[in-house]
């Protein structure tokens, strides 16, 4: 057994295939799975052929420093570096102690909290009011923003959606089981404005069972095809454009839902469930709970 990853070089392609692979396999989101492929190809094309060692990956963590990557990027990296060292580690292509020292990268320390985007309840409508829903892709499209808007899901999530999760639940509809990030199974409401655009696309669309949000032809047919989570990117960013909205994604949206919850007097616990967050730090910073933009402190300064 090596004592460093010494034989992961280009010299030796058929076990960084195998590694890479193995990387692949280790994580279960797609948007995971390339940031961590994206981190591995890095690192190698860094490393010219040199065994890795501590000393290259301090190299890489400078060079993506000089680079000005965000904390977040750089530390995200690191982590799949990890992540494939205690792959490689389980695996037997290094040894346990090898594996400490490869570890112990530090990441990069981030301070204060990034702003991201939220939109205000007028900026919400406005934005929904723009879908024209005359046209059977207008009602698509306006079921797909209402449903994030008001559902807070990722679009991945959204993406998945199929009839059979929509389901009565203690009285109200609700998208029941749905499976998110990390596996981690939650009930979603569904809010009635929600559901009348849900029920409007489909009943138009004629859709009964499968995939809810469906790809469509040129000509305007429904495909038996579930739209891509890039897809409904497009749908948000287009619509934001059109409401002369800049810089939103579906993120974004879900980070709106989450923040006229807490506005309209929502608690943090039922928000965080509504998110599907482990960790009830994450769904704060998702409110900006410390910081209040609307109504900052400093207007009342008044010189």
């Not at 499976?179 to 009930?187: F, L, N, Q, S």
């Not at 891509?228 to 990117?233: C, G, L, N």
């Amino acid at each position: 057994m090596s004592s460093c990853l010494c034989r992961i070089s280009p010299a030796n392609p058929d076990l960084l295939t195998s590694l890479r692979k193995m990387l692949s396999n280790s994580v279960v989101s797609r948007h995971t799975e390339r940031a961590y492929l994206r981190a591995f190809d890095d690192l190698f094309q860094l490393s010219t052929g040199r065994p890795i060692s501590r000393m290259i990956l301090m190299e890489y963590r400078a060079s993506m420093v000089a680079e000005g990557l965000s904390a977040a990027t750089i530390n995200q990296r690191l982590c799949a570096i990890r992540k494939l060292v205690n792959e490689a580690r389980e695996n037997g292509f290094i040894d346990p102690s090898e594996a400490v020292r490869l570890t112990s990268v530090p990441g990069v320390p981030q301070s204060g909290v990034r702003l991201g985007t939220w939109l205000t309840k007028e900026e919400t409508q406005l934005m929904l009011a723009t879908v024209d829903r005359t046209e059977l892709i207008g009602k698509r499209n306006f079921a797909i923003l209402s449903v994030l808007c008001h559902c807070a899901l990722r679009r991945e999530e959204e993406a998945r959606l199929d009839t059979s999760l929509i389901q009565r639940r203690e009285g109200r509809w609700v998208f029941a089981d749905l499976i998110g990030k990390r596996g981690r199974v939650r009930t979603v409401p569904i809010p009635q404005a929600a559901k009348d655009a849900l029920d409007d696309w489909t009943h138009a669309a004629g859709i009964k069972s499968g995939p809810i949000f469906r790809a469509m032809r040129k000509g305007g047919a429904v495909t038996e095809f579930a739209l891509s989570p890039w897809a409904i990117w497009d749908v948000v960013t287009t619509t934001a454009k059109a409401a002369e909205i800049c810089h939103l994604g579906p993120h974004d949206l879900r980070r709106t839902s989450a923040k006229l919850c807490r506005k309209a007097g929502g608690e943090l616990e039922q928000i965080q469930a509504l998110l599907g967050h482990e960790d009830l730090s994450t769904t704060a910073r998702y409110l900006n709970s410390t910081q209040q933009i609307q109504h900052a402190v400093n207007d009342r300064i008044a010189l």
